[in-house]
């Protein structure tokens, strides 16, 4: 073996059979999660289907992992761990379904790539003794197109002790790096007065104009953004009837953008356009913003290259996307707080160009999405091996991090205000926010009802009534 070759190479022969030896059941695994689509928070029998198999073949497993009902934890660690020595290591799970037209994001195949690369990692680790050590987790992460699992799980402590993270994602070609954007989740709230529209319009405050002339300036900062910044805004709630001077308006906001630096910047800048269109009209404008924001990715470069390495070597060929191709994740906000990696892997149908499609669903439906994924598996559990067995790299891993951070980050690093960073999840608003307009992550999903309430927060709430 070269200086150069990753330590791990010498595990890979073993990675490989031992995700042959399971390949038939993750198979099957996969096929009942997509033959069964659950959407966020709902998703009982994916849960089941994954931890039945762990528990099956000797995985020690907890369910209902930090209290969210569709969370779990698999975990193995070496004889003799010493979290202050070796590392533990997550592998994320997700297997949430799209409304409607079920699992076109693939999340079934992501479900079996996280429980592969867990399990050949673990079986690895059993027989490497001093070699490689440490503890390998796999985390179920619920609801990732519409709740926010991994939000509300870095809330809940999921990730304290956790060193490191991986996953990778289905895509219509293999990628290394895609283009995750920050996405912030804000609502702005216009106080008018109101008045009858034909007797006495003079005597009303139009808080739909407010909303419009908001709306418009939006509009018109869009022009001015650079390339990956967007801003999407929609009116929510516009009025009672025509007749009416409307008192009351709402607006919804969703502002994006390559990484949370850039995006405290825009938020600011959609702050003052909300601003003057009070003003403007001579309302009141509140502006919230609540804790389900994902940040942009912040790949880490150097667990890439590890990815790379043993992607390349098992027939991956990762392409660079074109401008343009962005989405957002809650996998950024992983990122953010410790070193990660979520790159995308092809499922083996060249006809097949967009996630979220029908067609795409059908495609990571089929059995041949099954081998392509195992290929993402592998290199995601050698990845792993490589933290377990070489020091040196870990060291490097985390420079890397900490050196990116701050600028990635901009204030919410430098001042300690990022929600990930907080253990009540206080987060500092720039101006033009009201901070008691904003809601956590789990309160916000408890009054959209996609989250059910804790027995200790049902108490807590039956008691201040």
């Not at 070496?78 to 037209?101: M, Q």
């Not at 673990?122 to 991994?150: T, Y």
């Not at 034909?198 to 869009?222: F, H, K, Q, T």
């Not at 967007?230 to 953008?257: D, L, V």
Request: glycine letters at 8%; a negative charge; one cysteine or more.
């Amino acid at each position: 073996m070269s200086a150069s070759s990753p330590t791990a190479d010498q595990f890979e022969s073993a990675v490989q059979q031992s995700l042959q030896a399971h390949f038939n059941d993750l198979s099957a695994i996969s096929q009942e999660i997509w033959s069964h689509p659950e959407t966020g928070y709902q998703e009982h029998h994916a849960v089941q289907q994954l931890t039945d198999y762990m528990e099956k073949i000797g995985y020690q497993v907890t369910r209902k992992f930090c209290d969210i009902e569709t969370s779990f934890l698999g975990e193995y660690q070496t004889p003799g761990f010493d979290a202050a020595k070796h590392p533990t290591v997550a592998v994320l799970c997700e297997y949430d379904a799209l409304p409607d037209i079920g699992h076109g994001c693939g999340h079934n195949l992501i479900a079996i790539v996280g429980l592969g690369a867990f399990l050949a990692a673990a079986e690895v680790l059993k027989a490497a003794g001093s070699a490689a050590q440490g503890r390998i987790v796999c985390m179920g992460a619920p609801a990732e197109e519409l709740g926010g699992g991994k939000v509300l799980l870095l809330e809940s402590g999921a990730f304290k002790g956790v060193d490191y993270a991986l996953m990778s994602h289905p895509a219509p070609v293999d990628v290394l790096e895609p283009s995750i954007l920050s996405i912030d989740h804000c609502q702005a709230e216009f106080y008018g007065k109101a008045a009858h529209a034909s007797c006495g319009p003079w005597e009303g405050v139009n808080a739909l104009d407010a909303v419009i002339a908001a709306y418009n300036n939006v509009s018109m900062l869009r022009q001015q953004l650079k390339p990956g910044h967007q801003i999407h805004m929609i009116i929510k709630n516009g009025g009672a009837k025509p007749n009416i001077i409307p008192e009351y308006t709402k607006a919804e906001i969703y502002i994006r953008a390559p990484t949370s630096a850039d995006v405290d910047e825009l938020r600011t800048r959609v702050a003052a356009c909300m601003h003057a269109g009070a003003e403007a009209t001579g309302c009141r404008v509140e502006c919230g913003l609540n804790d389900l924001s994902y940040s942009g990715l912040m790949s880490n470069q150097k667990l890439l290259s590890i990815y790379k390495h043993f992607g390349e070597k098992n027939g991956m060929r990762f392409m660079i996307l074109p401008p343009g191709a962005y989405g957002s994740t809650d996998m950024g906000n992983v990122s953010t707080t410790i070193p990660s990696i979520h790159p995308g892997f092809c499922i083996g149908d060249p006809h097949c160009t967009m996630i979220h499609t029908r067609e795409f669903r059908d495609s990571v439906g089929k059995p041949v999405a099954n081998h392509f994924a195992m290929k993402s598996a592998a290199a995601l559990a050698l990845t792993a091996l490589e933290l377990f067995s070489n020091p040196d790299f870990r060291k490097d891993v985390q420079t890397e991090f900490d050196q990116r951070r701050p600028v990635f980050m901009g204030k919410a690093a430098t001042e300690g205000t990022d929600m990930t960073d907080s253990v009540d999840g206080t987060l500092q608003l720039p101006s033009g926010f009201n901070p008691d307009r904003r809601r956590s992550s789990r309160q916000f999903l408890i009054d959209m009802g996609l989250l059910k309430p804790s027995l200790l927060e049902q108490k807590r709430d039956s008691i201040q009534e």
